[in-house]
């Protein structure tokens, strides 16, 4: 008797218990799988997607997904909405630059094509091209685009080049005249002036000869706003950000000309936007015009004016002084006191002369 109620007790049990295993195990899978949601998107990236979800432009004709998505590469960059990589495309023997965008940073893939289709047909000797756009099936976003071996402006700037060329007239003038001529180019040339909202020295990248490429153009274009305003704010820790953006929220042409005058002062003095460890090594982009100009021998480095073998003719502190002024004038507090990119573009090319 006591033997067959254990049976019957076994029974009864057997169906709770597959039914706990089940639950338990339905549990344990939702739980795995919010687990590798949370973790980096970027290791998830795919390796079936076909050439069709990839979207090619000009010097982009040879690219495949699977060339991209399987290419060996090293992290050379990050920020609050995605990783830059430098990858190797080993059967196009050839290196690219992959800006991998963070699904939850974007906006949606619809809202995203055009801004695509329009970086895609910007062409400019100074701007950095968009050779492909690739959308994963997770929302994942790559923009493929060429790369540089001469690194970026910042690294040039704080003396990573070892033979003085950071130091020649020649070569301040020409990288400025090549970063106006492209931002100049958003501004005007395009039938809607597109803004950059993230000038930089460290997205100034520089090709041979130090011929400077603006980057990151046209990002923000495809950001959702929460991510656009953290951008605007990371440029203020950054010394970048023009001073009415404490107030607006958008960036402006304005605030375009703000950022590339600090740095036109980062070329001239070789110090940081903003360093708070170390105050006499950075740019207070908050001092007034008078000030700056009591200090103007502080801010730039003296062999500037040291006449140089290939120099074609001597650089005086006027020469100096000129290029000083014009770095202010855009860095004023009020937008309508700034000049316009035609008018810095004019001043720089006949300094250049």
Known sequence: MEHKHKLILLATLTPLSLLTIIFLAIFCFRRRKSENDGRDVESKLERKGGDEDLVKFEGGEDLSVVEILEAPGEVIGKSSYGTLYKANLVNLNCVTLLRFLRPTCTLRIEEVMPAIELLGSVRHPNLVPLNAF?????GEKLMVLPFYSGG?????????DSNGEVYKWTTIC???IGIARGVHHLHTALNKPIVHGNLKSKNILLGADYHPYVSDFGVRMVLNPATRQKMVEASGFEGYK?????KMKDVSEESDVYSLGIIFLELLSG????????QDSYLPGAMTSAVLDDRLKDLYHPN???GLSNDERVVTEDDVLRYFQLAMACCSPTQRLRPNMKQILDKLEEMGK
């Open 134 to 138: 690739y959308a994963g099936p997770r």
């Open 152 to 160: 970026n402006l910042a690294d040039f700037i704080r003396g990573k």
């Open 174 to 176: 020409r990288i400025s």
């Open 242 to 246: 023009a001073p009415e953006l404490i």
């Open 271 to 278: 110090k940081e936007a903003v360093n708070e460890s170390d």
């Open 304 to 306: 500037i004016l040291v």
